[in-house]
């Protein structure tokens, strides 16, 4: 509740006066938690903090269009998606060349390793979603890393539920046949 | 109900949206459907798991330490600013300056008829009418013109409160802001007119720009170029008589700068659109090439510097798009202005002994060259001289065999290559002797003709590279010499394709290179080849006997015979020199016993 309310606050004031220590509080309370669901869509971490920056300029802008239908975190996401996505739809018409920081797996090749522990097993797992396209690895990290539910995807997204549903189907059937056997859910 | 419905609906489930009479549904399903139990079990684990495990591959990224600086930048811009930013770069794009005054007029209307708007569209919407905008209202003067973000080591830096004005820097680095959100990044020595937040003119010096969205049309004016953003990085630097343009994200459209009404500066003709990796070199008096990363080592390069992370060292990004253009100019435009004049900004082609080859050819290139090679004789190709002298085994070299990458070499793709000469008036007839090799051979022209066609090999692909002297003899009745022609042409088996010569030991392309040996050589690639026309090869075996030959010309190829000769198997040390020059460069080859060389060091 003390969440809520003080997320409520930072909106008004943003809204209100859009001082910058209102700005400055945004990017201390949502910068890190953006900025790491920016590195788990982005190859390099420029990259990533590049969208999160992004993202956050776009909120400060376009605070007076944000209704209160979903979290303010939920309206934060979506437009980190949505940035990432116009970034997509660059990149397949203008292919750059990357130096991953992160690592990468060959496409269709399943991931191969033992489980060695928790962090080998989430970057198997980072890079698998990585692999998959962008709707799909949308909906798979506002599921999975954001925790909501299709509804608060759906919004997120600007799209229905029955697709939130369909994609995180197709999602996990393709991340069945990317992950090694011992980490296929 | 379906399983793939009751699938769908588990997520549902889950999340405790359904129904009771919904639920009730899929948990009956569920208990007698293996498969969707299945599912729904995966399903919970994945809810349990996963956020768990996304959560540590996301850890471990820091904030940006200017990213409150940047978020709340974008604050001040919808602050008032947002109608005037669109309006101004509407007029930009727009207007002509005749357009303009008919606007004007129809403003002057929209105040007669009582709308209320003629003050703001006159005053704040046409900057043009009264010089500047941005030093007029309440908003400009809460935020500056210019604001000094960061600096590093900077010297002689003066930056102006109001716009227009000129932004100067002696040494350093500063990253500056304009009203616009457009970040600029200089590196001294610098010297940029900022004309208003999306129009800045770069005199000198070198200039990097991250540009928001929101400001796309942003343009960078050189002497040689206009360079309009379309949301990216880029870099501009700019010299006594040359312009470079390199992005590093998104895209620019270049155009060739033009002189317009009252000296206005107005688009010239288009260049084109660079993407990442992507570039503009124009240098005065030649047209503006455009370049791109297109190579593996560029590729490589451009890789280190390439979207935001340029940012964060402007000067290696700038020095490195300078490279890159460089490397592009000598690769591709060898012996042009666009490599020569700009010395001054990049390195220049360097007088050392290492890079003496040529790199690759680009992929397309190979392909056409690979088409048109069914049978090739060419008068130039590639490598052998250029290691070091640390003795170690050198780098894989790409050889480039095309067109466009020989700065000298005239090169025929065919065996059968047509021959030319003047004939001369005093001669009654004529002596034409072709020397290899592996032997020569005399052709006599017993009349006035003044070309031939010779066949230089029968199969379609040469069975061995040569070098021939050509000679024309012309006589008199009195079959007394009254003239003589020469020529040199060599027959390099690597026309006929891209050829990777791994110089190490076993590799095996220069197992190809069997008894006698073509060694191309090209003073052109010294910066100082003025007084090179004479230069000398010395044949040194380890232990035995030493040769010296003269090379005709700065660029050419030398036949060095080793098949049915006295050399012999062993080691042989190369030197090149040139006079007028003070390097040397040198090379050591083995020759095993089988007749191969087996590498060079």
Redesign the interface.
Same mark, same amino acid.
């Given at each position: 509740m003390k969440s809520i309310s003080a997320s409520n606050e930072l909106v008004r004031r943003?809204k209100e006066k859009?001082d910058?220590g209102a @700005?400055?509080l945004? @990017?201390?309370r949502y910068?890190?938690r953006l900025?790491?669901?920016a590195?788990?869509l982005c190859r390099?971490? /420029?990259?990533?903090? $590049?969208l999160? =920056? $992004?993202t956050?300029?776009?909120a400060?802008?376009l605070i007076h269009t944000f209704q209160e239908r979903s979290s303010f975190f939920s309206w934060l996401y979506g437009i980190l998606f949505n940035l990432n996505r116009v970034i997509w739809r660059?990149r397949e018409r203008?292919p750059? =060349? +990357? /130096?991953d920081d992160l690592p990468d797996v060959a496409a269709d090749e399943p991931l191969v390793g033992s489980r060695l522990d /928790?962090?080998a097993?989430?970057?198997c797992?980072?890079a698998a @979603?990585r692999q998959l396209s962008e709707p799909l690895q949308s909906v798979v990290?506002l599921r +999975? +890393?954001g925790?909501m539910? =299709?509804?608060e995807v759906a919004v997120a997204l600007k799209i229905s539920p029955?697709t939130?549903?369909?994609r995180?189907?197709s999602a996990?059937a393709r991340l069945r046949k990317i992950l090694p056997e011992e980490m296929r859910? | 109900m379906k399983c793939k419905d009751c699938q769908l609906a588990c997520y549902d489930l889950i999340d405790r949206s359904l129904s009771t009479s919904a639920e009730a549904e899929v948990m009956a399903h569920v208990r007698g459907c293996p498969q969707c139990r299945a599912f729904l079990e995966a399903e919970g684990r994945r809810m349990r798991v996963w956020p768990r495990l996304l959560g540590v591959a996301a850890k471990g990224m820091s904030l940006p330490p200017d990213a409150s600086e940047r978020v709340f930048h974008a604050l001040e811009v919808s602050r008032g600013d947002g109608l005037r930013h669109r309006m101004m770069r509407w007029r930009e794009n727009r207007f002509s300056p005749a357009s303009f005054r008919w606007l004007a007029f129809a403003a002057s209307v929209l105040v007669a008829v009582g709308l209320g708007l003629g003050t703001c569209l006159t005053k704040d919407c046409f900057p043009g009418a009264k010089g500047n905008a941005w030093t007029e209202n309440a908003a400009d003067v809460a935020m500056p013109a210019i604001r000094v973000v960061n600096q590093k080591r900077t010297q002689g830096l003066d930056v102006p409160r109001t716009l227009p004005g000129l932004v100067t820097l002696e040494s350093g680095e500063v990253v500056v802001r304009l009203q616009t959100g457009v970040e600029l990044a200089l590196v001294g020595p610098a010297k940029v007119d900022v004309q208003n937040g999306l129009r800045v003119y770069l005199e000198q010096g070198q200039l990097l720009a991250r540009v928001p969205h929101w400001a796309t049309g942003f343009t960078v004016w050189t002497r040689e170029l206009e360079i309009r953003d379309l949301g990216t990085v880029f870099g501009v630097q700019v010299c006594e008589d040359a312009s470079d343009v390199f992005v590093f994200k998104g895209s620019v459209q270049v155009n060739e700068a033009g002189f317009g009404e009252w000296g206005r500066k107005t688009s010239g003709p288009g260049v084109g659109v660079c993407a990442a990796g992507e570039g503009v070199r124009a240098v005065s008096g030649e047209s503006p090439a455009k370049i791109a990363a297109d190579w593996p080592e560029a590729k490589r390069m451009f890789g280190t510097v390439q979207a935001g992370r340029a940012f964060h060292n402007p000067s290696k990004a700038l020095k490195t798009a300078s490279r890159i253009a460089d490397l592009w100019a000598e690769r591709y435009r060898p012996g042009s202005n666009l490599v020569a004049k700009k010395a001054g900004i990049g390195n220049g082609i360097p007088l050392e002994k290492t890079p003496w080859a040529r790199t690759s050819a680009p992929q397309q290139e190979v392909s056409d060259m690979n088409k048109s090679s069914v049978a090739a004789i060419v008068s130039a190709a590639a490598v052998v001289a250029g290691a070091g002298s640390s003795g170690a085994t050198s780098a894989p070299i790409q050889v480039d065999t095309s067109p466009g990458g020989s700065q000298h070499w005239h090169m025929v793709f065919t065996r059968d290559v047509a021959l030319r000469w003047d004939w001369n008036a005093a001669a009654t007839h004529a002596e034409l002797e072709i020397s290899g090799m592996d032997g020569s051979f005399t052709t006599n022209f017993t009349s006035v003709v003044s070309n031939c066609q010779w066949r230089a090999f029968s199969p379609d692909m040469p069975s061995a590279e040569d070098v021939y002297d050509l000679k024309m003899t012309f006589y008199n009745g009195s079959d007394v010499v009254v003239g003589v022609l020469t020529s040199r042409l060599a027959v390099v088996t690597a026309a006929f394709g891209r050829t990777v010569v791994v110089p190490a030991t076993a590799a095996s392309a220069w197992t190809k290179v069997r008894g006698n040996v073509v060694i191309p050589y090209d003073a052109g690639w010294v910066a100082a080849d003025a007084g090179v026309a004479n230069g000398r090869i010395v044949i040194a075996k380890a232990g035995g006997m030493t040769q010296t030959n003269a090379l005709s010309g700065a660029a050419g190829h030398f036949g060095w015979k080793l098949k049915n000769s006295d050399w012999g198997c062993g080691t042989f040390n190369l030197a090149l020199t040139f006079r007028g020059t003070e390097s040397e460069w040198d090379a050591t080859l083995m020759r095993s016993a089988d007749g191969t060389i087996l590498g060079v060091r």
């Open positions: 943003l859009g910058e @700005v400055r945004l @990017v201390e910068g890190p900025l790491s669901a590195a788990l390099n971490s /420029t990259d990533a903090q $590049d999160m =920056i $992004d956050l300029q776009h400060v802008r660059k203008q750059l =060349i +990357y /130096t /928790t962090e097993d989430a970057a797992l980072a @979603v990290l +999975y +890393y925790e539910s =299709i509804e029955g939130v549903k369909s995180l189907f996990t859910p | -």
